[in-house]
């Protein structure tokens, strides 16, 4: 008898002893799966991809709160327009601000205008000069407050031509630099926001192919005998490719409902303190802390996003492994 003929009825004694061996766990403890759950390998991954699902959930619900908040901004400032008369020697300046009122209402697309009175500016001015302040004294300029239809804004250059023409002192600021700045803002904040999570989920992948590794090699002898007896690469990648993705959905879950609790806190915190003084300034400053229904659907959408790519990366590293068994140029 040959020596190959000799290994052909070896691999037959195993295959046959395998197959009997499976037979009865299967009947006695149900199927075995190839890569065994609840392992410490296992544990870790899910550990981590809490905390990387985690991380892309905070880092979305970041994104669209500032883009919510940067589009309430855009559309406060483009509703209003400010007109400002500086005093002058020997000048009325409560004329001059009726008289800039009446030209800003005399052109289409101004809704209305609202002058601003000496005790409202002096409140704008007490957090800088304190209470107390005589306007008299200091050369304060005084504002005109302009409602602008959104829908159907006036000509720009128009009033400001007019106001410095029959007022003196006066100047016209639409506020399109701040709008202008706040549109930069908001898309340069997506972009990071955008970059942060092609990270997260990069690193994401990187540890699932060394968590899928580190399983084949602690599996390698059961994968190399199902293999060289006939096993699909397909069929061994199931197994693998289904019990990753039940860890990463495990952690994903886990990660995902931890950064919804805390824009669920975060919001809650923000509706309660509305009211106050603080809360007040934090909603001028930086707008309201609302995570939205897009956040709450982002976050489901990165779960689910997360377990597939877990599942889809064990696949194609498995496959691979496997075909770097039947040698060099052999593709599965």
């Not at 981590?48 to 309430?72: H, N, Y």
């Not at 007896?229 to 289904?242: L, N, Q």
């Not at 930086?286 to 889809?312: C, D, H, K, P, Q």
Request: proline residues 3%; aromatic residues 8%; glycine residues 8%.
């Amino acid at each position: 008898m040959s020596r190959q003929s000799k290994l052909s009825d070896h691999l037959a004694d195993i295959k046959e002893l395998l197959f009997v061996a499976v037979g009865k766990r299967k009947r006695k403890q149900g199927p075995t799966p190839i890569v065994p759950d609840g392992s410490v390998t296992g544990t870790a991954l899910v550990i981590v991809i809490a905390i990387m699902t985690f991380l892309a959930c905070l880092t979305l619900g970041g994104v669209t709160l500032v883009r919510d908040s940067a589009t309430t901004w855009q559309s406060q400032i483009a509703r209003e327009a400010t007109i400002q008369i500086r005093p002058l020697d020997g000048q009325d300046i409560e004329k001059s601000l009726l008289d800039a009122s009446q030209i800003a209402q005399s052109f289409a697309g101004v809704l209305s205008t609202r002058i601003v009175d000496r005790a409202a500016t002096a409140r704008l001015l007490e957090p800088w000069l304190g209470t107390g302040l005589d306007l008299d004294e200091l050369p304060v300029p005084r504002l005109v407050v302009v409602t602008i239809d959104e829908n159907a804004p006036p000509d720009f250059a128009a009033i400001r031509a007019e106001l410095i023409k029959q007022v003196a002192g006066a100047s016209f600021d639409d506020h399109r630099t701040w709008i202008d700045r706040l549109a930069s803002m908001a898309h340069t904040t997506v972009f990071i926001g955008i970059c942060v999570l092609t990270l997260v989920m990069s690193a994401t992948i990187l540890t699932v192919i060394f968590a899928t590794r580190g399983a084949m090699s602690g599996n390698g002898h059961i994968i190399e005998v199902l293999h060289f007896i006939g096993a699909e690469s397909k069929t061994v990648a199931r197994e693998f490719e289904w019990h990753f993705f039940r860890t990463a959905l495990k952690g994903a879950l886990c990660g995902g409902a931890f950064a919804m609790a805390i824009f669920f806190i975060v919001s809650w915190w923000s509706n309660n303190r509305m009211a106050t003084p603080e809360g007040d300034q934090a909603a001028a400053m930086f707008g309201n802390f609302v995570i939205g229904r897009e956040g709450y659907i982002g976050a489901a959408i990165i779960i689910f996003m997360v377990s597939l790519l877990t599942m889809l990366t064990s696949r194609i590293t498995v496959i691979r492994q496997l075909s770097q068994m039947d040698g060099p140029g052999t593709s599965v």
